[in-house]
């Protein structure tokens, strides 16, 4: 309950902490940190409006997408304390309860009979079914590590100690911030911004979304931030007491949200054709990692 109600309040501010990063990087004011909440806000108190041509699932989908992100949400745990849902094999129900409310995201631009929709989604699909792999090695490879299989054993008894363990914690963090960037579909991988349908990815396969139903898909990307951010600390939470494990919790989130807005302010978005070989080398990275516990387990000796 603890992780859930942190990841809440952190959803609320972390978008906003992003764009005022790209703000300030860019030498102007800006918006409000709040802002961003402001507009999902005015959104919620909108009716929305559905096309002709879409049936039932463009209508249920972003409700579905929406309470797949609170389920798996429930999912993590908050250092040495469970999670609201916890059982072994539980980082496989995350990743597939996530894939299934990606699943009707998908399916509902296609519903929609526009081209450019169906085109964003084949590419969210293709980017989803990349990135997927990376995160089954590396927490395979944790729970290798720990002998545990379930998110709150796994970070319970996750320590480092030596070079090579820290240099896993390095690598996991990073594999975890890529993942995150391709699920949220951010730069380098997506430019939220862009107008441009021929590159868009998400944005185009909301356009007919309005209303309440584009206030939950907006707020429920701020909660997968904050929910990646918050497997983040997990990782080096650990057994700590709770007057420092919170402390720890929200300074990773902010040093989290403020490097997205770095790299979306210095870095260039990556070429279309590109993104699937990127998002595919973080395959690679994850077998350094699985690489790495073998040497700490004495595998290789």
Do not use: C, W
Not at 48 to 65: E, G, R
Not at 250 to 262: E, L, N, T
């Amino acid at each position: 309950m603890i992780s859930f109600i942190l990841i809440i309040v952190v959803s609320i501010f972390f978008t906003g902490i992003i764009i005022r990063t790209k703000s300030i990087a860019s030498g102007r004011k800006g918006p409000g940190i709040l802002q961003p909440m402001k507009d999902i806000f005015r959104l919620f108190k909108k009716g929305a409006v559905y096309s002709k041509t879409t049936s039932f699932i463009f209508q249920m989908a972003p409700s579905i997408y929406f309470a797949s992100v609170i389920m798996a949400i429930m999912v993590i745990p908050f250092g040495q304390y469970k999670g609201i849902i916890s059982f072994d094999g539980d980082f496989v129900f995350f990743a597939y309860v996530l894939g299934t409310g990606k699943f009707f995201s998908i399916i509902s631009a296609l519903d929609t009979g526009s081209s450019f929709e169906g085109m964003g989604a084949s590419r969210e699909a293709l980017f989803s079914m990349f990135a997927e792999p990376a995160f089954f090695i590396l927490m395979g490879s944790l729970a290798l590590l720990t002998g545990h299989t379930s998110f709150q054993q796994i970070f319970a008894s996750l320590h480092f100690g030596s070079y090579i363990s820290y240099v896993l914690g390095v690598l996991a963090t990073f594999v975890l911030v890529m993942i995150s960037l391709v699920e949220n579909s951010r730069m380098p991988f997506d430019d939220p911004k862009t107008h441009l349908e021929l590159t868009m990815v998400h944005e185009v396969m909301i356009l007919d979304n309005s209303g309440f139903d584009l206030g939950m898909i907006l707020y429920a990307t701020n909660l997968k931030f904050a929910l990646y951010g918050a497997l983040i600390a997990n990782l080096f939470m650990g057994s700590f007491p709770l007057y420092l494990t919170i402390p720890i919790f929200f300074g990773i989130q902010i040093v989290y949200a403020i490097s997205i807005g770095i790299l979306e302010s210095f870095m260039a978005r990556f070429r279309m054709n590109h993104n699937a070989q990127y998002i595919l080398a973080l395959s690679s990275v994850t077998l350094l990692i699985f690489l790495g516990v073998l040497l700490v387990l004495g595998q290789f000796s």
